[in-house]
């Protein structure tokens, strides 16, 4: 099923990840997995959903995350309530990036275990050739109040449709 500009987010999507909390800024700080429960969490909030294909590579650390950290109170002063940054890496890996990237406490870095959202959207991608396996592909989506109001996939290699600059002008 392909998700389009228009469509409710699919139910009983759920992600998981590690919330940040001061005990465990520190990167190696292993804390404890949650569900973020789409289905309750989208019926009354404006969502962004960033995915990448892994966390730690270069495009993905360099170039496509940092901007939306550095924007963040700018996308939330648009009404946006929380920003997810996804990928089919562990929860514990995602929560580490996060605190890298010094973005854990603004933003919730969440893992589509097994890619398996992205692949039931058309959003995945299959890295096998270069030994990563099945992967969230590189793109964006805004989901207002359950509807999805953005959803762009990244054409070729690079950061465009899926970038801050792009998610801001859609907000």
């Not at 099923?1 to 001061?22: H, I, R």
């Not at 950290?69 to 309530?81: L, R």
Request: net charge negative; aromatic share 8%.
């Amino acid at each position: 099923m392909a998700l389009s500009v228009g469509d409710s987010f699919p139910p009983n999507v759920k992600f998981s990840y590690v919330p940040y909390t001061p005990e465990n800024s520190d990167v190696v700080a292993c804390g404890i997995p949650t569900v973020y429960d789409t289905e309750k969490e989208f019926a009354n909030k404006k969502v962004v959903i960033v995915s990448v294909p892994g966390a730690f590579t270069p495009t993905c650390t360099a170039n496509h995350i940092p901007p939306f950290i550095q924007k963040v109170n700018e996308i939330k002063a648009k009404g946006v309530d929380d920003i997810i940054i996804l990928s089919a890496n562990d929860p514990f890996v995602q929560a580490a990036w996060g605190k890298a990237l010094g973005g854990a406490d603004k933003l919730i870095f969440a893992s589509d275990g097994n890619a398996a959202f992205s692949e039931a959207v058309g959003l995945s991608v299959d890295l096998s050739s270069r030994g990563f396996g099945k992967r969230t592909a590189r793109y964006a989506i805004i989901v207002d109040h359950n509807k999805v109001t953005y959803v762009e996939q990244e054409p070729g290699p690079g950061v465009t449709v899926s970038g801050v600059e792009a998610v801001l002008a859609h907000l």
